[in-house]
């Protein structure tokens, strides 16, 4: 029972427009949410988060919203960069714990020049 | 190095052979995490050593899976009786305390049973 899941398994962008990634969960007692960025053989990188009382969270070109009544949340990637094609991961946690925190199956973006 | 380390970065062995698998945390970290990532699935947490409180080993899936970790900092993930399902990634993380944010992750070994 995948509790957090991201359905598409590939997206391509081409380069300046927007990059939207989509994840959903079903646990209702996550309240912590993070996207991470992975380079193929390297480990993943912390890339933003969200506190489940806020609905948006902004750091430069990445942008990260959160529905909770959806169980959804999403990472926009605006403009979209070259150097941004990487496998994305959502993860969500409870109470902030790494010891609950659980992963999706990951994203692959490619931003075409 | 600076970050986290794990070695080997490669491992092929027979079922039911024993694998030990190695991670060098940030220094200074003081937790640390051991994860799988089995083909298209996400991260599975595994164990979590938080300074000198017991470990969290709620994740490991079989009493054949252990890990220890030594003087608060390197860390030993062994796998006895090696199945062909234990064929994954496992990643090593480390951070500052609990914070997530300064959560960070070696490049995995990536583990073939035959």
Known sequence: D????????SLSV??????ILNCDYTNSMFDYFLWYKKYP???PTFLISISSI??????GRFTVFLNKSAKHLSLHIV????????VYFCAASVYGSARQLT???GTQLTVLP | GAGVSQSPSNKVTEKGKDVELRCDPISGHTALYWYRQSLGQGLEFLIYFQGNSAPDKSGLPSDRFSAERTGGSVSTLTIQRTQQEDSA???CASS??????????GPGTRLLVL
């Open chain 1, 2 to 9: 995948q509790q957090v899941k991201q359905n598409s398994p």
């Open chain 1, 14 to 19: 081409q380069e300046g427009r927007i990059s």
């Open chain 1, 41 to 43: 053989a390297e480990g």
């Open chain 1, 54 to 59: 806020k609905d948006k969270n902004e750091d």
């Open chain 1, 79 to 86: 403009p979209s960069q070259p150097g941004d094609s990487a």
């Open chain 1, 103 to 105: 992963f999706g199956s």
């Open chain 2, 89 to 91: 990634v496992y990643l």
């Open chain 2, 96 to 105: 500052l305390g609990g914070d997530l944010k300064t959560q960070y992750f």
